[in-house]
């Protein structure tokens, strides 16, 4: 089987991989540094070759700002 590459806006390749009917995951191609993460599927399409460069570049922006790790907030106790 197949899976789609996908070159996102800063030149990075990547391998979109439909692991289930609801979460795709990007695995970067060799030679990248990233790290490979998840995505749900949008609710309109299942399948990524169906998509475009431009709407699969858009989930991997929202699927990162969900997977950034925030900033515990301070403790009221400490100085």
């Known amino acids: 089987m197949g899976y789609r590459r996908f ?10 991989r ?5 979460e795709w995951e990007l695995v970067p191609e060799s030679g990248d540094t990233e790290d490979r993460f998840r995505l749900p599927t949008p609710n309109y399409e299942r399948d990524p070759f169906e998509l475009s460069n ?7 922006d ?18």
């Open 7 to 16: 070159i996102d806006r800063d030149g990075r390749a990547w391998e979109v």
């Open 62 to 79: 929202k699927g990162r700002q969900q997977t950034r790790r925030k900033e515990p907030p301070k403790s009221p106790f400490m100085d």
């Open 54 to 60: 431009e709407e699969v570049q858009r989930l991997v």
């Open 18 to 22: 439909d692991i289930s009917t609801s």
